[in-house]
């Protein structure tokens, strides 16, 4: 049987959406990606809270405020979804099902949780 090797505290990276991101702050965070994506050896974990008023106009919102990680799809292991609203769950459900990346979405109160479950 093959030993997984441990994971490394950096593979997991830790980004924070706000509402009305403008092209030149989508264009650094898919630049920040890029780099931490390099620099983990060609994979991540990434642990994304979403403080915005983008889940409330439903999905397609949402699906366009996650858009940048659909550049980097083929190089994110695991994606830990932080929110505070019920319905966000089924449409991160949806997400994962379309985005391709192993999605998971949690409430803010499980922070703890979703760091567990990014390393396991």
Known sequence: MKKTPARKPGDIIAVKLFDRMLDRQTKALSQMLQQSIAEAGGQIRLLLTIDSAATARG???LFEHLH???????HIERMAIIGNRIREQTYIGLFGLFGGIETRYFHRTEMAAAVRWLNE
């Open 59 to 61: 999905p397609e919102a």
């Open 68 to 74: 940048f990680t659909k550049l980097h799809a083929e």
